[in-house]
């Protein structure tokens, strides 16, 4: 019965998304096929659901694409260049407009015992839409197991900590406290337009020893425009600060994580007189409801919450505060299909022209095979109201 039960539920996720994906649009999910070929392993074993990490996928990363065992493996174009093309449409309720969001060509592989490389460029095909790299770095450990020490240099994500819900989240659309609607990352100049999730160039220095790890980062900081990624050196040198800390509980993928950033540039056309502050604490409580299959749980629960908290300095002794929270549960069959229901909230100190708002999301995604990804979701946003139907389908190769 139980196995009959799955398969129903298999075919009817995949029937329907199979339909509706193709009238509507998403971002490029971030995954790296190419090592599941290079290592003879399902995508299953890295990831929940693509981009959301495992605990062994999350291990991979932090050691630098490198197995526990850290067998040096031959780097060839095969096993290091990965495309993936996503192909949708609109974001309406209305009438749809077939879209194709573009096409991320990626390079990552490890070098050796220590070293590390990851390039991502997007080619974009949407009107207004930029090409250019996102990820650009180099890293460089001391080990792939146990403790060791890392060195990251480039362009990286700001918050790259285990399942904290911003880009790491498999659902389509990020929690508003990393979105455009809430006043962390927010509409108002005032309140820093600070997008947590996006990318910054500088040097990271790490410490990972078994299941806890945490980083370090000095970073060049936010343009005068709000914007974060591909930063220009304008001779302000590295004044901002990010410090990070993971920890997994046992082998199912329960965590806590959390950060602190200090931003030190100036920003006088945003309002930020010279200081601005953004804290995060995340956890996850995963449990496996019915036994796992080679690592791989046929069902799996995940419950996920979290709190952001923002401070601004914007005029001479005067401190703004906000904050966004988040509660999430996701529940996996066999990592092949995913249903998750969230509910965030964005929440202003009284400045004017930034709403407080919540928003409901559910989303079903299911993998059909190793090199395609469907995806359908429905986002109902408060004040300003914003409800979407929003779909996907992404080739990996």
């Not at 600060?241 to 965590?255: K, R, W």
């Not at 469907?374 to 914003?386: A, C, D, M, T």
Request: aromatic content about 12%; charged content about 15%.
């Amino acid at each position: 019965m139980r196995n009959s039960r799955n398969s129903v539920i298999y075919n009817v996720c995949t029937a329907i998304l199979a339909v509706i994906s193709i009238f509507l649009i998403t971002n490029t999910s971030y995954a790296f096929p190419q090592f599941a070929r290079k290592f003879h392993l399902k995508c299953a074993t890295c990831h929940t659901m693509i981009p959301g990490l495992t605990p062994f996928g999350y291990a991979f990363l932090r050691a630098g694409f490198r197995l526990p065992s850290n067998v040096v493996q031959p780097v060839t174009l095969k096993n290091s260049v990965a495309l993936a093309l996503t192909a949708l449409v609109a974001r309406t309720r209305t009438v749809p407009n077939i879209d194709v969001a573009g096409v991320d060509t990626a390079f990552a592989t490890s070098l050796g015992k220590q070293w590390a490389v990851n390039l991502r460029y997007t080619t974009g095909f949407r009107d207004g839409s930029q090409s250019g790299f996102s990820d650009f770095w180099a890293q460089y450990n001391t080990g792939a197991k146990g403790a060791f020490w890392s060195l990251k240099l480039g362009q990286m994500p700001i918050v790259d900590g285990y399942q904290q819900l911003g880009d790491r989240s498999y659902t389509i659309t990020d929690a508003m406290l990393y979105g455009a609607n809430g006043p962390l990352a927010g509409t108002n100049g005032a309140l820093g337009d600070f997008a947590l999730g996006a990318y910054e160039t500088g040097i990271q220095g790490g410490y990972t020893d078994g299941p806890f790890s945490t980083r370090l980062s000095w970073l060049y900081g936010i343009k005068e425009d709000g914007s974060s990624q591909n930063i220009a050196y304008d001779g302000q040198g590295m004044h901002d600060v990010i410090l990070q800390t993971d920890y997994l509980v046992g082998n199912q993928g329960s965590a806590i994580s959390g950060f602190y950033y200090n931003g030190r540039r100036q920003l006088q056309t945003l309002g930020i007189q010279d200081n601005f502050q953004r804290m995060g604490v995340f956890g996850t409580y995963s449990k496996y409801l019915e036994p796992a299959s080679r690592g791989i749980p046929k069902l799996q629960l995940e419950l996920n919450g979290g709190l952001l908290y923002g401070v601004d300095n914007v005029a001479a002794g005067k401190m703004v505060s906000s904050y966004g929270t988040i509660i999430e549960s996701d529940l996996f069959f066999s990592h092949q299909t995913a249903i998750s229901l969230r509910y965030d909230t964005a929440r202003s100190a009284g400045i004017t022209g930034t709403p407080d708002t919540d928003a409901y999301t559910l989303s079903i995604t299911h993998q059909p095979a190793q090199n395609v990804l469907l995806e359908i979701e429905y986002r109902k946003q408060n004040n300003p109201g914003s409800d979407s139907l929003t779909g996907m389908v992404e080739f990996l190769y």
